[in-house]
């Protein structure tokens, strides 16, 4: 079936750097979203985009859709404690059908 | 804000039993969905729901879970005879109609003995 894999898996930072996470599959999709997962809750929309090439920022996040329609990557500007958790990317294919990534773990150092 | 919401938090259950999540999607939404996550692992996508029918299944959604929409305000997924595998974190989310953005509720830890 279809899969979305995430790098890096997980990643160590300290507070102040830029975070460069992507998001890529062997299908194409025709619409990307990201989501932050904090531990025991619901994954919360980060960013969505709509068309290839978008590039689509949020605060200090900014998203862009691939050309090619098979990838995506997010970045996370002068991170802060609070980025701390898991970030997901989803494709949707057919008809409002989510696939999610494998998730980056995300750990920052004070 | 609107949110959705999911009851229980948690649910224990014996292998066998069937047991019935709940979920309020956000008022004005027409498509609900739902989704499990096995603890530290990614999130699956189950069923859409749209106009009081199945959108789109995957592999995962098999005979022994249905969907429905009973009221105009809750999205109930039954699972007919749980087995130990199917202990997760089920959320459930909703969305409008002029977007593919979806809203998560906080989930249901399903616990199978």
Not at chain 1, 86 to 98: L, N
Not at chain 2, 19 to 38: D, G, T
Request: glycine letters at 8%.
């Amino acid at each position: 079936g279809q899969q979305l894999n995430q790098s890096p898996q997980s990643m160590f930072i300290q507070e102040g750097e830029d975070v460069s996470m992507n998001c890529t599959s062997s299908s194409i999709f025709n619409t990307w979203l990201w989501y932050k997962q904090d531990p025991g809750e619901g994954p919360v929309l980060l960013i969505a985009l709509y068309k290839a090439g978008e590039l689509t920022s949020n605060g200090r996040l900014t998203a862009q859709f691939g050309i090619t329609r098979k990838d995506s990557f997010l970045n996370i500007s002068a991170s802060i404690p609070s980025d701390v958790g898991i970030y997901f990317c989803a494709g949707v294919s057919g008809t409002y059908k989510y696939i999610f990534g494998t998730g980056t773990r995300l750990k920052v150092l004070a | 804000e609107p949110e959705v919401t999911q009851t229980p938090s948690h649910q224990v259950t014996q292998m066998g039993q069937e047991v019935i999540l709940r979920c309020v999607p956000i008022s004005n939404h027409l498509y609900f969905y739902w989704y499990r996550q096995i603890l530290g692992q990614k999130v699956e996508f189950l069923v859409s729901f749209y106009n009081n029918e199945i959108s789109e299944k995957s592999e995962i959604f098999d005979d022994q879970f249905s969907v429905e929409r009973p009221d105009g305000s809750n999205f109930t997924l039954k699972i007919r005879s749980t087995k130990l595998e199917d202990s997760a974190m089920y959320f459930c989310a909703s969305g409008g109609v002029f977007s593919y953005e979806q809203y998560f509720g906080p989930g249901t830890r399903l616990t199978v003995t």
